[in-house]
């Protein structure tokens, strides 16, 4: 069996939290958990939507995946070998085929570079320098990303385009070196609902040829059940429940994805919010040292919620949920 684009296996990673110097001397050392705990995979031709509250672990999960952060504990393989253990000449590649799209383009793009630079720029670092290739790859991944006709691209600066031809430009950016993975971070979240739509009809495309994988991140359901093949839900550094977007969407199996999925009435008309006030409560930042994480906002908890923390069960092909309301068949035996 040949390996995955990507797989994730019980990958943490943890920051810091000590803020004054008294108690960086003498302080006992604490951490966020930001990610605490993740595996999953991801194949070519598969758009995987992670999602989940503001501060779960989404973005570190991302950096992570693209070696900006070092994990604690875990393991991150791209066409299965180890991302933190690449030789040189393996890291390079590893960076061609890898690209992060950013919620805002303002980021991404120099804005005293024309377009033409700003895409052909990754060419360059990557020691392709041929005049006739860099403009025709760069005209080409405009092409692709739909600002047509790509040449009256070429000569402008980022400031004399719009906000959604802008994140155009990152995405022609992003695709120019043929990556096989793209991680895109809220790529449309800073957009108007108008032009989301092209641009996510933009990933399906890619998606579609059968070359890339796309891990696309967003808080965003809506977004998440137009394109993506499967879904992860994140709640305070671990994946609570994962599998086919049309699966999780009709069946939320975990009590927080269905509170998720409750507080977007528009995502099944006739639904409504059943408990709005669940989500809104409080938001929590850490984890409880003991038990399931959602027990202190579950409507659903028992005494077994405060004592192990529930490990992934599968109740569908592709269909994972880590809650104690499910059991394994040797659990219950
Ligand atoms: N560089 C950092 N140093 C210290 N703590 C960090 C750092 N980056 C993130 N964190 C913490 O890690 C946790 C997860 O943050 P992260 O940015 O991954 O969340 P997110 O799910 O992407 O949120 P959002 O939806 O708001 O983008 C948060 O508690 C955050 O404060
Ligand atoms: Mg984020």
């Not at 960086?24 to 939507?49: K, N």
Request: hydrophobic letters at 35%; one cysteine or more.
């Amino acid at each position: 069996m040949s390996e995955p684009l990507l797989a994730v296996d019980s990958l943490k990673v943890r920051f810091s939290s000590r803020t004054g110097i008294l108690s960086q001397l003498f302080g006992e050392e604490r951490y966020v958990r930001a990610v605490d705990g993740v595996s999953f995979r991801l194949e070519r031709g598969e758009i995987l939507g992670l999602a989940g509250e503001s501060g779960c672990g989404k973005s570190t999960l991302s950096f992570t995946i693209l070696r900006h952060y070092q994990p604690c504990e875990g393991r991150v393989a791209f066409d299965g070998i180890d991302v933190f253990s690449l030789a040189k000449k393996d890291l390079k590649a590893f960076r061609k085929s890898v690209q992060l799209i950013f919620q805002d383009p303002y980021q991404s793009l120099n804005p005293r570079f024309t377009v033409f630079r700003c895409v052909a720029e990754p060419l360059f670092i990557h020691g392709i320098r041929d005049q006739r290739e860099t403009r025709d790859r760069a005209v080409s991944a405009l092409r692709s990303s739909g600002l047509l006709p790509p040449e009256d691209f070429l000569r402008r600066y980022p400031h004399e385009l719009s906000g959604g031809q802008r994140q155009r430009v990152a995405i022609a950016r992003a695709i120019v070196l043929n990556p096989s993975l793209l991680v895109a971070d809220e790529p449309v979240s800073m957009l108007d609902v108008s032009v989301r739509a092209g641009i996510l009809n933009l990933f399906r495309e890619f998606a579609k040829s059968g070359r890339v994988g796309i891990l696309y991140v967003s808080h965003d359901l809506g977004t998440i059940r137009y394109i993506c093949d499967r879904v992860a839900i994140m709640y305070l550094g671990r994946i609570v429940e994962i599998g086919p977007t049309a699966e999780v969407m009709q069946n939320p199996s975990h009590p927080y994805t269905r509170a998720l999925i409750d507080s977007v009435p528009e995502i099944e008309p006739g639904v409504g919010r059943k408990d709005p006030e669940l989500l809104e409560k409080f938001i929590e930042d850490t984890a409880p040292l003991h038990g399931c994480r959602f027990q202190r906002r579950c409507p659903l908890r028992k005494d077994e919620c405060f004592v192990h923390e529930p490990d992934p069960v599968r109740i569908g092909r592709e269909h994972e949920v880590a809650c104690h309301l499910y059991r394994t068949r040797s659990d219950a035996s």
